[in-house]
């Protein structure tokens, strides 16, 4: 299985309320990654984990909340989000965090802020 | 952390060969050089990686030079589903998967 799945796959929420996006991989990666993509552009990375630590976070705002319960789950927790942060958030395994193994990336979440 | 330039766009005909290529002047000695795929609302999809010299799998070929300065993303015989966003990324040379993607080349294939 070298699928990545993210639930839900569009979401809509409103600047006062609270969401979790999920993820989910069972390749035994022990690094995934959250990133976020606007229309047109390239990915951005946001946060890190590995061996379900956090490793990087590139200076994301507090409103957006990682976690990872297990090595096969990560969470992004929204909160108070701006119509800016509107976007394609993207996760991403990879078998360790070094820089010669690829990562896998989910479909993405469509994310609607209103 | 290396940058990547690559051209934004391209225009290729169905059947022809496609060499895209990038450049990464900064590039650390323990950097590989990795090219994703990207279809529009997908996640990215790996395609390649080098480290020097050649590398080829099923659906692509990656040139890279002796000083490692630039790399050249060859697609054989494109067909209209390989029109997608091209990614050239260089690995952090501190060896955690800090990367960065660039700004990407778009391919457009036409019939």
């Known amino acids: 299985d070298t699928e990545v799945t993210q639930t839900p796959k569009h979401l809509v929420m409103g600047m006062t309320n609270k969401k979790s996006l999920k993820c989910e991989q069972h390749m035994g990666h022990r690094a995934m990654y959250w990133y976020k993509q606007k229309a047109k552009k390239p990915p951005e990375l946001m946060f890190v984990y590995s061996y379900e630590k956090l490793s990087i976070n590139e200076s994301v705002p507090s409103r957006f909340s990682p976690e990872c319960p297990n090595s096969s789950l990560l969470n992004l927790h929204l909160h108070a989000l701006q119509p800016e942060d509107s976007a394609l958030y993207l996760c991403a395994s990879s078998q360790d965090q070094q820089g010669h193994y690829e990562q896998y990336f989910g479909p993405g979440t469509r994310l609607t802020v209103t | 952390l290396a940058k990547t330039t690559q051209p934004i766009s391209m225009d290729s005909y169905e059947g022809q060969e496609v060499n895209i290529t990038c450049s990464h002047n900064?590039?650390?000695?323990?950097?590989?050089i990795t090219w994703y795929q990207q279809f529009p609302s997908q996640g990215p999809r790996f395609i390649i990686q080098?480290?020097?010299t050649k590398v080829t799998n099923e659906v692509a070929s990656l040139f890279i030079p002796a000083d490692r300065k630039s790399s050249t993303l060859s697609l054989p015989r494109v067909s209209l589903s390989d029109t997608a966003v091209y990614y050239c990324?260089?690995?952090?040379?501190?060896?955690?998967?800090?990367?960065?993607f660039g700004t990407g080349t778009k391919l457009q294939v036409i019939p």
């Open positions: 900064n590039i650390a000695t323990n950097d590989y």
């Open positions: 990324l260089v690995g952090d040379s501190g060896g955690y998967q800090k990367v960065t």
């Open positions: 080098g480290y020097k």
